[in-house]
């Protein structure tokens, strides 16, 4: 299901983390992200992610730790105003990386204009979770985006 972010009511500070940085990605690291994608996650989010990356001012996040990527983040990766792929290393989950990579990728699009950010494809494992840290709510339509994908 896709679920929809009022972004004119993020009003929760990003905290700064000592134990990693999020960071907007540089090119010349592109590569090092796209395989991290394809080891913990898939080619497919890979190819989405990689579409972000490449634009004058990327549109996806990084979460660093010892110089080593550990999470990522994205918007206007697949379509315009879609929040993700999101995702964490499994061995760094349930440490508050998601919910940052999430808040300052929300902040980055609301930043960029956008008054509503799009969370496209929420499995229903992650619903309580959307809601929790940005007050995502579900939409109720069938159709979604990812419904084009071979």
């Not at 940085?21 to 991290?36: G, H, T, V, W």
């Not at 992610?49 to 697949?78: H, L, M, R, W």
């Not at 969370?119 to 840290?133: A, T």
Request: proline fraction near 4%; glycine fraction near 6%.
């Amino acid at each position: 299901m896709d679920m929809l972010v009022n972004l004119y009511d993020l009003n929760e500070t990003l905290a700064q983390n000592t134990d990693y940085q999020i960071k907007r990605i540089l090119s010349p690291n592109i590569y090092l992200l796209e395989n991290f994608i394809k080891n913990y996650f898939s080619e497919a989010w890979a190819s989405e992610t990689k579409a972000s990356c490449y634009k004058s001012n990327p549109t996806c996040f990084i979460a660093v730790k010892d110089e080593q990527i550990v999470g990522f983040a994205c918007f206007d990766a697949t379509t315009k105003g879609f929040f993700g792929p999101l995702g964490v290393h499994p061995n760094y989950r349930k440490q508050g990386i998601a919910r940052q990579l999430i808040l300052r990728t929300l902040y980055a699009m609301k930043e960029d204009g956008y008054a509503y950010a799009v969370i496209g494809g929420v499995s229903d494992r992650l619903v309580p979770f959307y809601k929790k840290v940005c007050n995502a709510i579900e939409i109720p339509f069938k159709n979604q985006v990812y419904t084009r994908m071979i």
